[in-house]
């Protein structure tokens, strides 16, 4: 995108006009609002291939013209630009838009916005619905995707990202309250009396081999557990004389079973 040409002004020889502050504020509220000045959009009705320039407008309104057309992009440099382009066709009319290769990077159908950017290297990009705020229509470049974003339901390796768990503190009593959709790890303290179910007050869709952790503290006094219907023992780990020791904290990790329809218990640790 080019900027504007600026000449440098000498103190007491150079007038500042009120439109040279007028431009700037105005320069400065877009950019703040992230709009573009007119200067910066270009709107047109194609009537063949749409190539772009290092010192094209950022922003396009493109009306294909009755036809699908494509949009070739500039050749990967560091000078590159974003682009952002948005299909105004008044039917079923596709914008194509290519590397200098050419490979398509994206198709922005109709009523759609596509989003360009380049590292310098290779082109990437996004095409979004037009209604605001709207990306349920989101689509990305696929073969790279996973060097850009995470996606909601695309299949992808994460390397070096540390997921924090969900804390949540939950109130202690005979049948505490547990949703597993809101938290990983579910604190009880002072527990002051045995818990005869932690099913009757179960909440949460839990997926396939999802997991909970549940710490509880009584309040100086041992007291029993008893799980209840959504809850499994194992060889290793059975609920049979569940119990806490007196002032310890007892850990408890609970693994789902889609086959079970039953959370086990894959892990038991008292404080020591």
Known sequence: MPLPTFTSKTDGVDDVLASHV????????????????????????LAATKTFTDTDEPLHYLDPGGASRDVNLPAEASTN??????N??????????????????VTVGQSQIGILWSNG?????AVLAASAGDMSAATYDPATIAEQLVGLVATQTLTNKRI???????????EPAINTDNGDVFLMTGLAQAITSLTTNLTGTPTDGQMFELRITDNGTARAITPGASFLGTVE????????????????????????????????????
Do not use: C, H, M
């Open 81 to 86: 630009n974003p682009f952002v382009i948005v």
């Open 22 to 45: 007028n431009d700037i504020q105005t320069a400065i509220v877009a950019i703040a609002k992230g709009v573009g000045l007119a200067d910066y959009v270009n709107t047109e009705t």
């Open 88 to 105: 105004q066709a008044d039917a079923a009319e596709n914008l194509v838009v290519k590397s200098d290769a050419p490979a398509t990077i």
């Open 164 to 174: 924090t768990k969900r804390i949540v503190t939950t109130t202690q009593a005979a």
């Open 121 to 125: 290297v290779v082109w990437r990009g």
């Open 237 to 272: 780990f059975p609920l049979a004389g569940l119990t806490t020791t007196l002032s310890k904290t007892l850990y408890l990790l609970w693994k789902y079973s889609s086959a079970l329809s039953a959370w086990e218990l894959s892990g038991k640790l008292n404080q020591a």
